[in-house]
């Protein structure tokens, strides 16, 4: 039987990358992609994923109504969760909801996504979650291919790195719950993380290689919405 997991969909951030190539004010989340949005898209391939308890959205201050509207036609009962200063903050916030909740949901994993990462499929997030079952954590992840160098303060190429084993990643990054919670209580406050698969391996767990989808990019400026799949 299919593990009882919940979703974590991030939309908290500010958009400013988005915002100074688009020229507006408008959170990329919010975008028209489609006949949905960029947000509801994201979202949308997790409700058929098997035994989903819950799905946890974080918004900005301020933007609580507005991000209730934009998902207004999905047919779940989302919660939604004041975001912090900080993508980590925010996922912290969402992932202690769901531990003050944990009897009620009895959750095993929880995935966490970017809400400005719409063209993610069902089959990946079962993938993801396939593989946090194996190993406790899971990340899709695509190797490099292109070839690595490193350029200098005069703009300067100035060295080449070895593009053996290192891979791009993506989400949605799959756990074991209550580990992930229990590692950003852990996370050490000094130290700028990237992602929550830094903070579940600084804390002792094991991140498992899901193949990627090349697809499966994220909406970072505004040529990324008129781009194909």
């Known amino acids: 039987m299919f593990p009882r997991h919940a979703a974590i969909i991030t939309a908290a951030g500010s958009s400013q990358r988005f915002n100074l190539s688009s020229g507006s004010n408008r959170k990329k989340e919010f975008m028209t992609l489609g006949s949905s949005s960029v947000l509801a898209s994201s979202i949308k391939p997790f409700l058929g994923a098997p035994n989903l308890a819950a799905v946890v959205v974080t918004y900005r201050k301020g933007e609580l109504e507005a991000?209730?509207?934009?998902?207004?036609?999905?047919?779940?009962?989302i919660t939604f969760?004041?975001?912090?200063?900080?993508?980590?903050?925010?996922?912290?916030?969402a992932?202690?909801?769901?531990?003050?909740?944990k009897k009620d949901l009895d959750i095993e994993y929880v995935s966490i996504h970017d809400g400005a990462r719409p063209f993610v499929t069902q089959e990946l997030i079962t993938a993801c979650l396939q593989t946090a079952h194996e190993l406790g954590?899971?990340?899709?992840?695509?190797?490099?291919?292109?070839?690595?160098?490193?350029?200098?303060?005069?703009?300067?190429?100035?060295?080449?790195?070895?593009?053996?084993?290192?891979?791009?990643v993506q989400t949605p990054q799959t756990f074991r719950f209550p580990d992930i919670y229990d590692a950003h209580l852990k996370a050490d406050p000094g130290k700028a993380y990237t992602d929550d698969t830094e903070i579940f391996m600084d804390a002792g767990g094991k991140v498992g290689f899901v193949q990627g989808d090349a697809g499966n990019r994220k909406i970072t400026y505004a040529s990324d919405l008129t781009e194909g799949r």
């Open 81 to 93: 969760v004041q975001g912090g200063a900080t993508r980590q903050q925010s996922v912290f916030n």
């Open 137 to 168: 954590g899971s990340c899709p992840c695509i190797r490099v291919t292109d070839t690595l160098v490193k350029v200098d303060e005069a703009g300067l190429l100035c060295g080449r790195l070895s593009r053996e084993g290192v891979c791009t």
């Open 95 to 101: 992932l202690k909801y769901l531990y003050d909740h």
């Open 67 to 77: 991000t209730r509207n934009l998902l207004s036609d999905i047919d779940f009962d």
